[in-house]
């Protein structure tokens, strides 16, 4: 009776050291596992702090060289979008139409480029496009229905994004970054898609505007930390 008690009291023995050895085995897995999610939540978030530290670094070069401009363009610097916006298109360009007046010419003569060369020089490995973008109110000239004035205003504001793009790659200033704007630069009229307003109501006239916006390659970084996250993840797109 004894012998058996031993040999039962033996077995159990084994069956508590066999849990411990799997216990240990997997507090093992689970620190591994946690260092590895670790790195790998470091790995992300340098990623992340990289890339915004890159469009800080866009808005703040954009606004300490354009900064006594902006006044007499009528223009502004967006921080969040790293946009620059031309408002009052009714002095940019002629009613209806999408022919530049002397006044924006002036203005694009001295803005194009200093802008592009300041992209090129110091962020070029950053940008993914530049897009010239023309918006409008949701209004047009003659009163017609809603559908009709966005066609309208689509039509006005591809016009007049082509006529920028076309007088500012043909300034003299501009042809030693032709081969850059043809890769980079886009011209895009939306008509009234994207309306600015306040407190829920259009504002019309800031609705108006002609804007250059910097598009960074925020699809690149998002490849890295998908890579970070899961390294079996391909770029399959």
């Known amino acids: 009776m004894f012998t058996n008690r031993a040999s039962n009291d033996d077995q ?12 240990m085995v997997f507090l093992f ?10 790195q790998r939540a470091s790995n992300v978030t340098e990623i992340v702090t990289e890339w915004q530290d890159a469009e ?10 354009f900064r006594d401009d902006l006044p007499i363009w009528n223009a502004e610097i967006e921080r969040a979008s790293l946009t620059i916006r031309f408002l009052s298109p009714e002095i ?16 694009l003569d001295d803005f194009m480029p200093r802008y592009i060369d300041l992209l090129i020089s110091k962020f070029d490995t950053k ?7 023309g918006h409008t109110s949701s209004e047009w000239l003659q009163s017609i229905d809603t559908a009709n004035a966005f066609i309208n205003n689509m039509k006005l504001s591809q016009a007049r994004t082509r006529t920028v793009l076309e007088y500012a790659i043909n300034l003299p200033e501009m042809q030693y970054f032709t081969p850059w704007v043809i890769k980079k630069v886009s011209a895009n009229g939306l008509s009234s898609a994207r309306l600015i307003t306040e407190n829920g109501v259009e504002n019309k006239k800031r609705s108006r505007r002609v804007e250059f916006t910097i598009k960074t390659k925020t699809k690149e970084a998002m490849f890295q930390i998908l890579e970070k996250v899961s390294p079996a993840i391909e770029k399959s797109f």
Do not use: C, P
């Not at 159990?12 to 411990?20: E, G, N, P, Y």
């Not at 897995?29 to 670790?38: E, F, G, R």
């Open 29 to 38: 897995i689970a620190v591994i596992y946690a260092k590895d999610a670790n």
């Open 92 to 107: 940019l360009f002629k009613t209806g139409k999408a022919d530049l007046s002397d006044h924006f010419k002036q203005a």
């Open 56 to 65: 800080m670094e866009i808005y703040r070069a954009l606004e300490r060289e």
């Open 12 to 23: 159990w023995v084994s069956v508590a050291d066999l849990m411990a050895g799997l216990m």
């Open 127 to 133: 940008i993914d496009e530049v897009r010239i973008e």
